[in-house]
């Protein structure tokens, strides 16, 4: 079956650490997403990437990073400049590149910093 | 930039009983309206959407929400919820940026827990 994966589904860091997530999909799909996840808060923008090798900051960018080496994968790194990083941590994808596309979401990690 | 809001953060209904769930947005320019659904501990799923065309979309399971431009408004119905429906609800919304140049970025609200007691 096709979807997304995120690993690992709990996490747990000292404070000062990077720590690094995981995003894979097999959806053949060209653009992918990074949102956190506050409770009362929504869904937040962090990163997303439309194409290989290119990405863009979305709403809360600070103290996270991103890489897109390859079309399945969307690996984001917190580093220990994020101040509050204890989130829900959510990866989506989109078969397009339009604002008409459904975005699909893998079930999330969610980091707890000690 | 466009925003939304909904309106109320939790709502508690009884099994077979009506439920509304409401949502607002605010935008310069046209927009696209979504409602995703998220079961506990899991990601998102697309509920229905509203891109073009008929104001009145409906989902699979019963849900429908209505497209209201003058209010700007997008509201969740469902006439009769089950236990099943019990989860959190978010509106979002993507506007047709200059160009087209959106690429799927999407605005959520805060989410609204549903909560159907037996």
């Known amino acids: 079956d096709g979807g997304i994966t995120q690993s690992p589904k709990y996490l747990f860091r000292k404070e000062g650490q990077n720590v690094t997530l995981s995003c894979e999909q097999n959806?053949?799909?060209?653009?992918m997403y990074w949102y956190r996840q506050d409770p009362g808060q929504g869904l937040r923008l962090i990163y997303y990437?439309?194409?290989?090798?290119?990405?863009q900051k979305g709403d809360i960018a600070e103290g996270y990073s991103v890489s897109r080496e390859k079309k399945e994968s969307f690996p984001l790194t917190v580093t220990s400049a994020q101040k509050n990083p204890t989130a829900f941590y959510l990866c989506?994808?989109?078969?397009?590149?339009?604002?008409?596309?459904?975005?699909?979401f893998g079930p999330g990690t969610r980091l707890t910093v000690l | 930039a466009q925003s939304v809001t909904q309106l109320d953060s939790q709502v508690p209904v009884f099994e077979e009983a009506p439920v509304e769930l409401r949502c607002n947005y605010s935008?310069?320019?046209?927009?696209?309206l979504f409602w995703y659904v998220q079961y506990p501990n899991q990601g998102l799923q697309l509920l229905l959407k509203y891109l073009s065309g008929s104001t009145l979309v409906e989902s699979i399971n019963g849900f429908e929400a209505e497209f209201n431009k003058s209010q700007t408004s997008f509201h969740l119905r469902k006439p009769s919820v089950h236990i099943s429906d019990t989860a959190e609800y978010f509106c979002?919304?993507?506007?047709?940026?200059?160009?087209?140049?959106?690429?799927?970025?999407?605005?959520f609200g805060q989410g609204t827990i549903l909560t159907v007691h037996p």
């Open positions: 990437s439309q194409i290989v090798n290119d990405f």
């Open positions: 979002a919304v993507s506007d047709q940026g200059a160009g087209g140049t959106s690429y799927g970025k999407l605005t």
């Open positions: 959806l053949n799909h060209d653009a």
């Open positions: 935008s310069s320019v046209s927009v696209y």
């Open positions: 989506a994808s989109t078969s397009g590149r339009t604002f008409t596309d459904t975005q699909y």
